[in-house]
T-cell receptor, first 116, second 115 residues
Framework: DARVTQTPRDKVTEMGQEVTMRCQPI?????VFWYRQTMMQGLELLAY????????DSGMPKDRFSAEMPDATLATLKIQPSEPRDSAVYFC??????????????FGPGTRLTVL | AQSVTQPDIHITVSEGASLELRCNYS??????LFWYVQSPGQGLQLLLK??????LVQGIKGFEAEFKRSQSSFNLRKPSVHWSDAAEYFC?????????????FGTGTRLKVLA
């Protein structure tokens, strides 16, 4: 049963610390998405990749957030320095983009981040 | 502007009652439409999707949705709700423009089921 995995599942850190969240997309998928979910803002798209190339990161605060795909099996989202307002659940999703653009997204379980 | 509206933030139904969750979209091209469910502490799970063809689509867990182009709607229905259906439901629209892979999500509808 292929699934998107995310680590860690929970992270508590102090303001100013660096946070790295990892995502392993489903094998063979070529698109990866990072979302942030909060009570106030709901589900926000932060960034997404196709074939490891960033296509859109306009939803991401550029000064402190960065997203990368070192290889096809790993996507990372880094926050440096972290702030209390970054507290949220971060979801990774992957999909297989075809020529028809029917990109169904499969979500991971999320990383719950708390910045004190 | 492209958008997805879920007018109901909260809905409460009794177990065994029928359910309809509303979703309206604004999209400049042919939309691909999705419904996801999120149980507490979990990720989003795909319930069903519409790409083309029959406008009534069947999904998992006994859910169905009907695409109505004239009303720009994609409402989710279930004839008899179970207590385990209590969750948050998200409607999303995806792109048909080549190279656009991202979804636009609605704000979600939280479903409460009374025993």
């Amino acid at each position: 049963d292929a699934r998107v995995t995310q680590t860690p599942r929970d992270k508590v850190t102090e303001m100013g610390q660096e946070v790295t969240m990892r995502c392993q997309p489903i094998l063979g998928h070529n698109t990866v998405f990072w979302y942030r979910q909060t009570m106030m803002q709901g589900l926000e798209l932060l960034a997404y990749f196709r074939n490891r190339a960033p296509l859109d990161d306009s939803g991401m605060p550029k000064d402190r957030f960065s997203a990368e795909m070192p290889d096809a099996t790993l996507a990372t989202l880094k926050i440096q320095p972290s702030e209390p307002r970054d507290s949220a659940v971060y979801f990774c999703a992957s999909g297989l983009a075809t020529s028809g653009d029917r990109n169904e997204q499969f979500f991971g379980p999320g990383t719950r981040l708390t910045v004190l | 502007a492209q958008s997805v509206t879920q007018p109901d933030i909260h809905i409460t139904v009794s177990e065994g009652a029928s359910l309809e969750l509303r979703c309206n979209y604004s999209y400049g091209a042919t939309p691909y439409l999705f419904w996801y469910v999120q149980s507490p502490g979990q990720g989003l799970q795909l319930l069903l999707k519409y790409f083309s063809g029959d406008t009534l689509v069947q999904g998992i867990k006994g859910f169905e949705a009907e695409f109505k182009r004239s009303q720009s709607s994609f409402n989710l229905r279930k004839p008899s709700v179970h207590w385990s259906d209590a969750a948050e439901y998200f409607c999303a629209v995806g792109g048909t423009t080549s190279g656009t892979y991202k979804y636009i999500f609605g704000t979600g509808t939280r479903l409460k089921v009374l025993a």
